[in-house]
C-alpha cells in the first residue's frame, strides 16, 4: 500500500497527458503482418527467423484477462506452467523440457533482465506490451538453463505510450485487482513511466482443521522506467521495480487410495509465502551506419520466508521452514549488423554472479528436536557467442544460419548441519564443495523465404543446463547432480493466406537429450532432490492459426502435441528400471481456440463493445516416472465481455465458466498421495480508464 500512496502523490503533482488522439471506435481488416516484432539479439522480425515463436500483445492478454505468467499455460503451444503450492514453486515446461525443482529449463527475460530462479517468475502482471516465447533450446544466444526455450516479457514504453491508466477488479472468492499508470514524455526526447498494483484474494479452498482458507493471497508491485534518446544514435533505459507478496499456501489434501482424487484440505499448521522481489536494469544502445551496440546490466535481489506443514495432517508431526536471499549481477553487451546486406552478423558476451544464502529448518514436533541447515552457494559464469546468417546463399530466398557459443561456469557451497534437542546443539555435518562447467552450443539452420512472406526452416540445435547443488538431501553421493544436454532437430513453416487474413505455422520436432535431471523424493519422503536420468526423448508437433476472416473478428487455434519418454532411466535406490515411460509433468496435448469480436457503436450511448471467449485444454499429465497416476485431458471455459465509452471501460469477465474439476498437481509423500485441486469458476467485474 505504501507504493500506491507514493504512486498517487507523484501523479496528482503533475498535469494529466492525454493519449493521442485516435479513432478508437473504427474497425478495420488487420493485417496479420503489419506489427513488426523483433527480440533484442534477433536480428529480424520473428516471424521470419528459423524458429518455433509466439508472440501475444498486450491488447490480447487483456482480453483474455490474464494477469499472471502462470496462466499462459496452454494458450502458447506446447507451453505448461502449472499453478500450485505457492509463487516459490513456478516449474515451466516446454515440449517435455522443465524442472519442477532447483534451476529453471525455461528461462525468463523481462525488459532483457535475467531471472534466474523460478521462485521470481510468477511476479505481478502489469502494463505489459507484449510476451514472446521461443520454443527449442535458445542456449547459442541466451546462454545457461534455457533448453526447453525462452520467455521474453516486454513493458510498455513511454515514449510509445502515453496517458494514465486506473483499473479496479472485483470477483468472486474476494479476488481484488487496483492497478495505476501513468506515461508521459517531457520533450520528444525523454519519457518516463510510473505504474502501481495491488492484488488479494480471500482463497479458494479452506482448510476444515482451522476452518480458514489456506491460500489467501496479497501482493503489490511498482515499476518506475525512464527512456533518454538524446540523438538519434543514443538512447538509455532505466528500469526498475518493486514486487512483494505473502500468501497461504500448499492447499494440498490427501488423495483416495483407489481413484486418487483429493479430498479436504486438513492440517493444523498454517502454510505460508512470503517473498520481496526487487528489480533493476540499465539498458545503453549506440546505433552506428550499419550496426548498433547494445549493453544491458542488471541487479536483482530476492528474499523469500517458507513455513509448510510437512506432514499435511491434524496431527503435529513435521513443519519446515525454508529462508532464501539471492542477489545476482549481471551484464550483457551485444553487437550485430543493421544492414540490409546478404550477410549479417551478431557478437555478444554475457557475464553474471549470483550469491544465494539459504537456511532450511525442520522441526520434528513429535520428537521434539530440529535439524538446522545453512548453506552458502555463490556462482559466477561468463559466456561469449557468435550467429552468422547468410541470406540468398544459392538462390533467392535460401538463407543459412550459424550460431555458437561458449559457456563457463563455477559453483560452490559452504555448507553446516545442526541438530538441536532440548538438552544440547551439536553439528551433524559439514563441507565445502566446488563444482565447474563449461560447454560449447551449437546452431545450425536453413531456411525458404517466399515472396509472400512465408518461410520452410529446418533447424539443429544443442541444449544444456549446468548441473549444481542439492538443497536436500540424505546421503553423500546426492549432494550434487550433473548437467544435462541435448539436441533439437526442427522442420517448420510459416506461411500467410487469404491476403493476410490468416496466417498458419507449424513445426514438427525431436529432442534428444543425456542426463536429464530428475526430480526424485527424499528417501524418508521428507523434500525432494535433483538426480540424473541415462536418456530421455521428446517427439511432437505445434501448430497456430491467428485470423481476421471478417472485420472486427479475430480468431486463433494453437495445439501442441508432445511424445516424452524415457529411453534410458533406471533408479538405483529402489531398483526400478522406468525406461519407455512418459516423463512426469509433460502433458500430452496443449490447446487453445479463441476469440474476440468487435461491435463498433452499437448506439450512440458506447462506442465499443468487445466480447472475447476462449476455451483451453490440457492432459494427459503422468505426475510421476511410474505412470501409476495421471491427470486426463480436461479443459475451461473463459471470456469476457467488456464496454468502452469514451475513456471509460467496464467489463464482466469469467474463468472456469463450466466448473471443471481436475488436479493441478500430484505427488507422494511419507506413503500417501497428496494432489491440489484446480481453481473453480470465478466470476467478476472490472471498470478501466484511460485518460
Not at 487496483?178 to 519519457?191: N, P, Q
Not at 550467429?387 to 540468398?392: E, L
Not at 563444482?435 to 541444449?463: D, E, H, M, N, R
Amino acid at each position: 500500500m505504501k507504493v500506491l500512496f507514493l504512486f498517487c502523490c507523484l501523479s496528482l503533482s503533475v498535469s494529466l497527458v492525454k493519449a493521442d488522439d485516435q479513432d478508437t471506435t473504427k474497425v478495420r481488416q488487420i493485417d496479420l503482418n503489419e506489427v513488426v516484432v523483433q527480440s533484442f539479439k534477433q536480428n529480424r522480425d520473428l516471424r521470419l527467423e528459423p524458429l518455433s515463436a509466439s508472440s501475444v500483445t498486450g491488447t490480447a492478454i487483456q482480453n483474455k484477462n490474464i494477469t499472471s505468467i502462470k496462466e499462459f499455460s496452454s494458450f502458447i503451444p506446447n507451453l505448461f506452467m502449472p499453478d500450485y503450492g505457492s509463487k516459490l514453486t513456478s516449474p515451466v515446461y516446454i515440449r517435455g523440457v522443465g524442472s519442477k525443482i532447483n534451476a529453471p529449463s525455461v528461462g525468463l527475460y523481462v525488459d532483457g533482465i535475467p531471472y534466474f530462479e523460478k521462485s521470481a517468475f510468477d511476479f505481478d502482471f502489469a502494463e505489459i506490451d507484449r510476451v514472446e516465447v521461443l520454443r527449442g533450446p535458445q542456449g547459442t544466444l541466451y546462454g545457461r538453463n534455457t533448453m526447453g526455450g525462452i520467455i521474453n516479457v516486454y513493458t510498455k514504453s513511454p515514449l510509445k505510450f502515453q496517458g494514465m491508466n486506473a483499473s479496479i477488479s472485483n470477483g468472486t472468492y474476494g479476488v481484488r485487482d487496483y492497478a495505476l499508470s501513468r506515461y508521459a514524455k517531457i520533450g520528444e526526447k525523454f519519457g518516463y513511466s510510473l505504474s502501481a498494483d495491488y492484488s488479494r484474494s480471500d482463497g479458494y479452498f479452506t482448510n476444515t482443521f482451522t476452518d480458514k482458507k489456506a491460500d489467501d493471497q496479497k501482493s503489490g508491485s511498482g515499476r518506475i522506467r525512464l527512456e533518454w534518446q538524446p540523438t538519434q544514435q543514443w538512447s538509455l533505459g532505466l528500469m526498475s521495480s518493486y514486487d512483494y507478496s505473502k500468501q497461504g499456501g500448499y492447499p494440498y489434501a490427501v488423495c483416495d487410495s483407489l481413484t486418487h482424487k483429493p479430498g479436504e484440505v486438513n492440517y493444523n499448521d498454517y502454510s505460508f509465502y512470503k517473498r520481496v522481489l526487487s528489480t533493476t536494469g540499465l539498458t545503453a544502445e549506440y546505433k552506428g551506419t550499419e550496426y548498433s551496440l547494445s549493453s544491458k546490466t542488471a541487479f536483482q535481489y530476492l528474499s523469500d520466508h517458507q513455513g509448510i506443514d510437512q506432514d499435511f495432517s491434524p496431527a503435529s508431526v513435521y513443519f519446515a521452514r525454508q529462508d532464501q536471499k539471492q542477489k545476482m549481477f549481471s551484464e550483457e553487451l551485444n553487437l550485430k549488423s543493421t544492414t540490409a546486406n546478404r550477410y549479417k552478423w551478431l557478437f555478444g558476451a554475457f557475464g553474471f554472479w549470483q550469491g544465494i544464502d539459504n537456511t532450511v529448518i525442520l522441526d520434528y514436533l513429535a520428537q521434539k528436536y530440529t535439524t538446522r541447515k545453512f548453506y552458502d552457494t555463490p556462482t559466477y559464469g561468463f559466456a561469449l557467442y557468435h550467429q552468422s546468417t547468410f541470406d540468398d546463399l544459392l538462390f533467392d530466398g535460401l538463407s543459412a544460419t550459424f550460431g555458437i557459443r561458449y559457456d563457463y561456469e563455477r559453483a560452490s557451497t559452504d555448507f553446516v548441519g545442526f541438530k538441536d534437542t532440548e538438552e544440547k546443539t551439536e553439528q551433524s555435518d559439514a563441507f565445502y564443495s566446488k563444482l565447474k562447467f563449461s560447454q560449447v552450443t551449437p546452431k545450425f539452420a536453413l531456411q525458404y523465404l517466399f515472396p509472400s512472406s512465408g518461410i520452410l526452416y529446418a533447424t539443429v540445435t544443442k541444449g544444456y543446463k549446468t548441473g549444481g547443488f542439492n538443497t536436500s538431501f540424505e546421503r553423500e553421493e546426492d549432494r550434487s547432480f550433473r548437467p544435462e544436454t541435448s539436441w533439437n532437430y526442427e522442420i517448420g513453416g510459416k506461411h500467410p493466406f487469404l491476403d493476410n487474413r490468416l496466417r498458419a505455422d507449424i513445426a514438427f520436432f525431436w529432442i534428444d537429450w543425456k542426463n536429464q535431471q530428475i526430480s526424485q523424493t527424499l528417501p524418508s519422503g521428507r523434500g525432494s532432490m535433483l538426480t540424473n536420468a541415462g536418456r530421455s526423448e521428446s517427439k511432437g508437433v505445434e501448430v497456430s492459426l491467428q485470423g481476421n476472416p471478417v472485420n472486427g473478428l479475430m480468431v486463433q487455434v494453437n495445439y501442441g502435441f508432445t511424445h516424452a519418454t524415457f529411453k534410458e532411466y533406471v533408479d538405483e535406490k529402489k531398483k526400478i528400471d522406468y525406461s519407455g515411460n512418459y516423463l512426469p509433468m509433460v502433458p500430452s496435448h496443449t490447446f487453445a481456440v479463441g476469440a474476440d469480436y468487435t461491435i463498433p457503436t452499437p448506439c450512440s450511448h458506447i462506442d465499443r463493445i468487445m466480447i472475447s471467449t476462449n476455451f483451453t485444454g490440457v492432459g494427459r499429465i503422468h505426475w510421476k516416472e511410474d505412470n501409476k497416476v495421471s491427470q486426463p485431458f480436461y479443459g475451461q471455459l473463459n471470456g469476457k465481455v467488456s464496454i468502452t465509452k469514451g475513456f471509460a471501460t467496464f467489463a464482466i469477465w469469467a474463468k472456469n465458466i463450466t466448473d471443471t474439476q481436475y488436479t493441478a498437481f500430484y505427488f507422494e509423500s511419507a506413503g500417501k498421495g497428496l494432489a491440489q485441486s484446480g481453481r473453480p469458476f470465478t466470476i467478476g467485474g472490472s471498470v478501466a480508464i484511460a485518460l
